[in-house]
């Protein structure tokens, strides 16, 4: 009785190791999936970063034909001037005059702001760059640990699985069964006794019970939650 109740705690362990490697091995996929997001979303800013001094470029050369443009039109305006024949027409030309040149002075600082924006970008985008490749080959080197994790996790929940079944199959048939009934439940079958509780459901166990079990001479269940209990003396 001695060996089977040694060879049901044996057991309870291997499954425990089968249940925490699944568990482990569910979650990795997803720790992948998030880090893979990461590192897209930080490709995605350094190419809006870089697209970022293209468009400043562009619409610093637009600006620049606004402007000449605006300094076409003053020009054909002032030359109107000598051409009209009222003081009318000639403040006219003149206030239209005006407006343009406080136009392309709007215009002017505006492109002073292009400038300066690109400026800042163009000396800060080494950094950026740097920082956004040190990033992503951290990511990176998180997600094949992440895998070789993955691979280990999976041999070792072969390797208990195996066991688990080895030593299931060593079982005296009528503990299989229950064993396999409580399983069904309770998911754990067999627990250990710490602090005179149950580890399974923590129920008190009576000092009567408590002394049954420590006699390890047959297979006792829990009054309360109906697992397999099993006194390990402190030597094991
Ligand atoms: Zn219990």
Redesign the pocket.
Known sequence: MENVLDLLVKIQGFDYEVEETRARLAQIPHEIEKLEKQIKAQEQELTEQETRIQELKKDYKLKEIEIADNEDKMNKLNAQTFAVKTNEEYRAILNEVDFLKKKNGEIEDSMLALLEEEEKLKNSIGTIRNAAKEYITKKKEKINELKKEGESALEKQTNAQNNFENSFATLPDDLKELYNRIAKVRDKAV?LISDNT??????NLTHQFLNELKKRNKILL??????I?VYTPPSK
């Not at 149950?198 to 129920?203: K, S």
């Open positions: 627990c149950c580890t399974g459901c923590y129920a829990c009054d309360n939650c109906g697992r209990l």
